[in-house]
């Protein structure tokens, strides 16, 4: 149980989530919810250019992914994103696949991670 709430604590930024409430309030479901509706979509185009070998469309999706990710306290995912978008860039391919598999694995995490948050955080109105 620990580990997960040390993991818990590496996916998100308490800090800038408690600051997203204070200032949206219960208006942060929403953008939570366009988030993981978008994120789905674009971990989905992340794995096809994989397949394809699209260095230029990868680095794209994940430079977007990072930014709506850093934007809601996604620390993980949009450290993740940013090597990747780094190594795409400058064409180191060699472990592109491993690390499209480790942002897809922290999608997933970091989206479980932040439902519970929302639930514990933001009440029902």
Do not use: W
Request: hydrophobic letters at 40%.
């Amino acid at each position: 149980m620990m580990n997960t709430e040390r993991n818990d604590v590496d996916l998100l930024d308490s800090q800038r989530l408690d600051s997203l409430v204070e200032l949206l309030g219960s208006g942060l479901k929403e953008v939570v919810k366009e988030f993981l509706d978008s994120s789905h979509k674009r971990i989905a185009e992340l794995k096809k250019a994989n397949s394809s070998c699209n260095l230029n469309r990868m680095a794209k999706i994940v430079h977007t992914l990072k930014g709506s990710s850093a934007n809601i306290g996604l620390t993980r995912l949009a450290r993740s994103c940013e090597a990747l978008e780094i190594d795409a860039l400058n064409n180191c391919g060699i472990t592109i696949p491993d690390q499209v598999e480790e942002i897809a694995k922290t999608h997933l995490l970091t989206c479980d991670a932040l439902m519970k948050y929302i639930q514990d955080n933001i009440s029902e109105e």
